[in-house]
């Protein structure tokens, strides 16, 4: 018979094969849960962000991705989007039709292209970043002073930790 709670706390390491404490173990449980809200309200917010702007959640990712890099070529927003090349040619292609993404020359490369935001898809994730760092606010100014800090480290040691487990787990 299955388990009747999936999500129960951990009471090993499988690392070091030593037992959890009971509290330190409940820490952990409170943790992923939180972690697996807050991952859960982003995703319904890209979805509905998404939808607004007439665009698929992959292709708002692609925005996103160069929306955040200095330069990015196709092949790279392909390995950062787990995609085929090909596929990421006819989103681009998608992209730069609603005009939220332009091809230019590598300055470099003359075999190459870069890929950037046109003005229409700069005002649109600015004003997407900003509604996300809106709802940031109200949780930052609700905690204590410097608890901020560590956080933010928290939720940076666990995305690395979760890295690691990728690279060791499926490659």
Partial sequence: MAESRIFTPITGDTRT????PDELSAVVHESAVAVLQIVRSVE??????????GV???ELR??????ESDT??????AD???LTTGSVTALLDRLEEGDLVRRTRHPSDRRSVQLELTEDGSRI????YRIFQQRLLYAVESLPPGSVANVTAFMRLASEGYDAAIDETFD
């Fill in 17 to 20: 094969a030593r037992e959890v």
């Fill in 72 to 77: 990015v070529t196709p092949r790279q927003l």
């Fill in 125 to 128: 994730m600015m004003a997407s």
């Fill in 80 to 82: 950062r989007l787990d």
């Fill in 62 to 67: 692609a925005v996103g991705l160069i929306a």
């Fill in 44 to 53: 319904k917010y890209r979805r509905k962000l998404a939808a607004h702007l």
């Fill in 56 to 58: 698929s959640v992959t």
